[in-house]
């Protein structure tokens, strides 16, 4: 299988500008990682995701 070059991560990228506009971008980008992170979350069979665990918990006095 041909890996992906530079020229066509470019024309990717252009026409994802193309059709979501250069403000959604990171905002896709962001979705898309989330939901990944979420993925592999639930293929490890956690309930919550390990971000929420390391959490300092505050007392007060």
């Known amino acids: 299988m041909r ?3 530079v020229p066509e991560l470019i024309i990717i990228l252009g026409i994802a500008v193309l059709l979501f506009g250069g403000r959604k971008i990171p905002e896709v980008a962001k ?3 989330e939901g ?3 993925f592999k979350t639930a293929l490890k069979g ?3 995701p390990k971000e929420d665990e390391k ?3 505050t007392k007060q006095a």
Do not use: A, F
Request: glycine share 20%; hydrophobic share 20%.
């Open 3 to 5: 890996q992906l070059g």
């Open 31 to 33: 979705g898309l990682g």
């Open 55 to 57: 959490k300092p918990e």
């Open 46 to 48: 956690e309930d919550k």
């Open 36 to 38: 990944i992170k979420n």
